[in-house]
Nanobody
Framework: QVQLVESGGGLVQPGGSLRLSCTAS????????MGWYRQAPGKQRELVAG???????NYAGSVKGRFTISKDNAKNTVYLQMNNLRPEDTAVYYC??????????????WGQGTQVTVSS
C-alpha cells in the first residue's frame, strides 16, 4: 500500500507559477512510476507528467516546456513545477503511483487531488 498526500494547489493568475508536491508513504525510489494527472471540468483525466524510478520523464504535449516533474528520494516526494500557467491548466491535479509487486501484480495509487485554478 502506498499513501499519497498532495499539496501546493491554489489560485494563480495567468503567467504565474505553482509547485505541487506529493509525498509518498514509502520510498519513491522503490516505486516504478510516479505521475501527475489532471482532470478539468468536462474533460477526461489526462497524464500531465511521469517519472520512473530511474529518473526518466515524459510530458503531455500541452505542458512541455512549462512544467517539470522531479523527485527527491530522500524526502519521498515528487514535485510538479508549473510555470507560465494558462487558464486551460485549471483542473484538479492528482498524484499517482504505479508499482508492480511480486505477489499482487500491478498496483496503482492515487492522491486526493489538489485544485489548481488559473484565472484573473
Amino acid at each position: 500500500q502506498v499513501q499519497l498526500v498532495e499539496s501546493g494547489g491554489g489560485l494563480v493568475q495567468p503567467g504565474g507559477s505553482l509547485r505541487l508536491s506529493c509525498t509518498a508513504s514509502r520510498s519513491v525510489s522503490s516505486i516504478d512510476t510516479m505521475g501527475w494527472y489532471r482532470q478539468a471540468p468536462g474533460k477526461q483525466r489526462e497524464l500531465v507528467a511521469g517519472i520512473t524510478s530511474g529518473g526518466l520523464t515524459n510530458y503531455a504535449g500541452s505542458v512541455k516546456g512549462r512544467f517539470t516533474i522531479s523527485k527527491d528520494n530522500a524526502k519521498n516526494t515528487v514535485y510538479l513545477q508549473m510555470n507560465n500557467l494558462r487558464p486551460e491548466d485549471t483542473a484538479v491535479y492528482y498524484c499517482n503511483a504505479r508499482h508492480v509487486l511480486a505477489l499482487l501484480g500491478p498496483q496503482s495509487y492515487w492522491g486526493q487531488g489538489t485544485q489548481v485554478t488559473v484565472s484573473s
